[in-house]
């Protein structure tokens, strides 16, 4: 069974670092778009960032560009999101998905985790 754990999240001043990383297991995503998206309270899940199968191409959103940065190791199975300069209005729960690179939206995308909190106090 297909599954995608992310980890990395927790409580962060603004201005600060944290990693997130998304393990993939019970079959090959080599061959999918990986990417991160965000929910906060009372608010729709929005798309973060996606990195292509080969990892040679990246997409962000306006508001994490230069801050974020997505990335992935096929030979791990792993994707990760590096996010630097941290905001309060980034406090959300992160998901990571799998899709297809033109199915890469929130209600689109084929593979989702479980999400991990990322709080970010002023």
């Known amino acids: 069974q297909a599954q995608l754990v992310e980890s990395g999240g927790g409580l962060v001043q603004a201005g600060g670092s944290l990693r997130l990383s998304c393990a993939a297991s019970?079959?090959?995503?080599?061959?999918?778009?990986m990417g991160w998206f965000r929910q906060a309270p009372g608010k729709e899940r929005e798309f973060v960032a996606a990195?292509?199968?080969?990892?040679?191409?990246?997409y962000y959103a306006d508001s994490v560009k230069g801050r974020f940065t997505v990335s992935r190791d096929n030979a791990k199975n792993t994707v990760y999101l590096q996010m630097n300069s941290l905001k309060p209005e980034d406090t959300a729960v992160y998901y990571c998905?799998?899709?297809?690179?033109?199915?890469?939206?929130?209600?689109?995308?084929?593979?989702w985790g479980q999400g991990t909190q990322v709080t970010v106090s002023s």
């Open positions: 019970g079959r090959t995503f080599s061959f999918y778009a």
């Open positions: 998905a799998a899709a297809h690179l033109a199915n890469m939206k929130p209600n689109l995308a084929d593979y």
């Open positions: 990195v292509s199968w080969s990892g040679g191409s990246t």
